[in-house]
């Protein structure tokens, strides 16, 4: 099965980036991450942690402040340069909660004056008022989860929303100063042909926005779509047209000034999620919430997923983390993950020179494989996929994992 879309965005190793990073901005730079847990309904296809009920969201932003300071010193005074809201749904939030958790932010950690601060949004939530409120609490960068500008799809996929109010809302927030915006969208949806999905990416280009990240459908363990095509009841894609619709997103989005800077994401120019890129460019960062995962540059940690849990744990001054500490292997690997989803693509030079004999043979040997069968190639000195490489980075990965 073709598969090249990670729907998790995975953990980044390289002193290249945190080096390129030093250098541009001239100090050590990190992120924050809030998870706020709660989605009204579940999407058809979502496997994410997040629960239904939202009376919980005072205790959750509660003990997310807590675990802010309680983990004050996690990022050793690197200076914060993104924030980022995501989730399960966070413009479930009242403003008041955004408000504490920056100012909480603020007072714990050294923040940078052009910091970016992302924040998830759900079209249905989205009013003038509420749009220009979050404006006012200072998030700069407004990312919609769109998915799709067909009713039919939105409805098969299980959104809130429909496809009235979008483009209202994206002028909207426009009008009040917003001019990061960035939208998602899904393609690969079974029973719909990639013209339905072509007028979708149309509609996204002509709301005249900053960046499109683009996914194709995957139908996980634990979502309503999976107990479907397990009872016969939906059908994967044909990979013809999966391929097609993936080819047609990048000559598109390529044609119309965005630039393919990663698997699933395209910008205009300056406009690269800066908080994304991070977690490819080795950039320390601290996710705060119920199943949210922090990385040092030495372990990773993940929080229980489970809120009330992650809730009573805080309270009770219990753990509320599993940490694991990175082998070099585990770097290396990582850094292949991260390195080959995006444009920038991994340094052969980078892998001689700071990982042992072993790693460097078995990576030499299975990249010769790639080079025959055109599914790498060398850009400015970096590997990168080939457009055939990117349809099957998943078997690629493999092969190169050292395990
Ligand atoms: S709104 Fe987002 S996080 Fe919530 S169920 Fe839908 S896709 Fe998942």
């Known amino acids: 099965m073709i598969n090249f879309c990670f729907t998790s965005w995975v953990v980044g190793f390289g002193l290249i980036g945190l080096f390129l990073h030093q250098l541009f901005y001239g100090y050590s730079m990190a992120g924050i991450y809030f998870h706020i847990p709660f989605c009204l309904k579940k999407c058809h296809y979502c496997d994410f942690y997040s629960r239904s009920d939202p009376n919980g969201i005072e205790e959750i932003v509660q003990s997310e402040i807590k675990e802010l300071i309680l983990r004050r010193d996690y990022l050793e005074n690197e200076i914060v340069t993104t924030i980022y809201f995501g989730g399960g749904t966070p413009s479930i939030l009242d403003t008041k909660h955004i408000i504490e958790l920056l100012n909480c932010v603020r007072n714990n950690f050294e923040v940078s004056n052009d910091c970016e601060i992302t924040f998830e949004a759900n079209p249905d939530d989205l009013s003038e008022i509420y749009l220009a409120d979050l404006y006012r609490c200072g998030i700069n960068r407004l990312s919609v989860g769109i998915q799709s500008f067909n009713d039919d799809i939105l409805k098969f996929l299980g959104r809130r929303h429909d496809s009235k109010k979008l483009n209202y809302i994206v002028d909207i927030a426009k009008l009040i100063g917003f001019d990061n915006i960035s939208i998602d969208l899904i ?100 996710g705060i919430g119920p199943s949210a995962h922090s990385y040092n540059q030495i372990s990773r940690q993940w929080n229980v997923s489970n809120s009330k849990q992650y809730c009573s744990n805080i309270k009770e001054s219990k753990s509320f983390y599993k940490i694991e500490y990175l082998a070099p292997e585990d770097k290396f690997n990582e850094y292949l993950i991260t390195g080959l989803r995006t444009s920038k693509g991994i340094s052969k030079k980078f892998i001689f020179e700071n990982f042992n004999d072993k790693i460097w043979h078995h990576f030499s040997r299975e990249l010769d494989k790639l080079f025959e069968q055109n599914l790498v190639s060398l850009v400015d000195e970096s590997i990168v996929l080939t457009r055939k490489g990117i349809l099957i980075s998943d078997f690629i990965l493999r092969n190169l994992y050292f395990v």
């Not at 709301?207 to 994967?236: C, D, P, R, V, W």
């Open 187 to 286: 393609f690969g949806i079974p029973g719909f042909d990639t013209l339905v999905y072509f007028d979708s990416l149309k509609s996204a280009v002509q709301m005249n926005i900053q960046h499109i990240s683009a996914y194709s459908l995957t139908i996980a363990e634990g979502t309503l779509f999976y107990k479907l095509l397990k009872n016969n009841k939906i059908s994967e894609i044909n990979e013809d047209i999966l391929v097609d619709q993936f080819n047609q997103t990048i000559d598109f989005l390529v044609l119309n000034g965005f630039e393919h800077y990663e698997i699933s994401n395209y910008a205009k120019e300056g406009y690269q999620s800066r908080h994304n890129s991070s977690y490819w460019n080795d950039i320390k960062y601290l």
